[in-house]
């Protein structure tokens, strides 16, 4: 008998569309430019970093995906969840490997899938639904970075933050993000977390500077973002699309280059906004690690790494850690 899944909404449409306002006009009116990569994620964003995954120089997921594959029962006997909390879940679909492991382990009853999307967690929790009958499934909507206490208790948990977001973060950011997690965990609860390593810049790079261009389309979409929602007029193909390997922060930046001097409305903050010929708005950054500056981080915010498990190529890592 499959359990229905059940929804907690704790972010309206109303305050998304707030945090962009307040993030559009923050980050357009500094020096240099900036926008959150949250953004990128629209319906038609979400569709082609799809098709990146899936590109043969973009590496993370499918190496973080078979990972998952062979070690999730490793991960299942470190961590023995009851409750499976994955933060920023989206489809859900490399997760299955764990959810799998865990009810064969016999231990995992429940899993919590957490999104912004409500359309992305209705669609989840229902397959997972059917494909685990006996899991409860309660999806949570909400903005991770923010709301972590509306996580739910009630068994031993593990909080799997997947796909190497933790590299979205500057280092303050992530120091805040994983003391946050720590302070919602009771001491022996897990966090899993998928990194990607550093590696030589000439393999990186491509990965997000793909020969299609479809990682151009993708960091271009951020601007058609604006465009509908905020009633701006970025001119979205005369911005060339950037990727470049920033060795002292240790972490890749793409960013959005202006191919003339232009000016930008954007009606609905009632803000222009110069572009110099050739100025650069950064996007993203998505910061690569080694494993003891994982382990690092991790202490300092209270945790203690238990297990890490590697590629072949130390190209990306999982790394669970319990906390202290």
Not at 233 to 251: I, K, Q
Request: with cysteine; hydrophobic share 40%; net charge negative.
């Amino acid at each position: 008998m499959t359990t229905t899944p059940t929804l907690e909404v704790y972010l309206q449409p109303e305050q998304l569309r707030a945090a962009l306002r307040k993030d559009a006009t923050v980050g357009l009116t500094s020096n240099p430019k900036w926008l959150p990569p949250k953004y990128f994620y629209d319906a038609r964003g979400s569709e082609l970093f799809e098709q990146i995954t899936a590109l043969p120089e973009y590496f993370p997921t499918r190496t973080e995906r078979e990972l998952l594959r062979r070690y999730s029962g490793e991960i299942a006997e470190v961590a023995a969840p009851e409750i499976l909390v994955e933060l920023g879940s989206g489809s859900s679909e490399k997760t299955r490997l764990l959810l799998g492991a865990g009810t064969r382990h016999g231990s995992l009853h429940t899993y919590v899938p957490q999104d912004v999307s409500v359309s992305a967690l209705e669609g989840a929790a229902e397959q997972i639904g059917v494909e685990f009958p006996n899991l409860t499934v309660r999806g949570v909507v909400s903005d991770f970075t923010e709301s972590l206490h509306h996580l739910p208790r009630g068994g031993r948990r593990t909080i799997a933050f997947l796909g190497g977001t933790l590299g979205n973060m500057v280092p303050a950011e992530r120091a805040e993000f994983l003391s946050g997690i720590a302070d919602v965990l009771e001491p022996g609860e897990h966090l899993l977390l998928g990194v990607g390593l550093v590696i030589d810049p000439a393999v990186l790079v491509p990965a997000y500077d793909d020969a299609a261009g479809v990682t151009a389309q993708f960091n271009r979409n951020v601007l058609q973002v604006l465009n509908s929602q905020l009633d701006a007029d970025f001119p979205v193909d005369e911005f060339r699309h950037v990727a470049l390997w920033d060795a002292g922060n240790e972490w890749i930046e793409m960013r959005l280059e202006a191919e003339r001097a232009m000016s930008i409305r954007i009606a609905e903050l009632d803000l222009d906004v110069e572009f110099a010929a050739g100025e650069q708005l950064r996007t993203e950054i998505s910061a690569k690690f080694t494993l003891d500056g994982v382990r690092r981080e991790l202490a300092e915010a209270g945790f203690g790494v238990d297990r890490t498990w590697t590629d072949p190529d130390e190209r990306f890592a999982l790394v669970c850690a319990a906390r202290r």
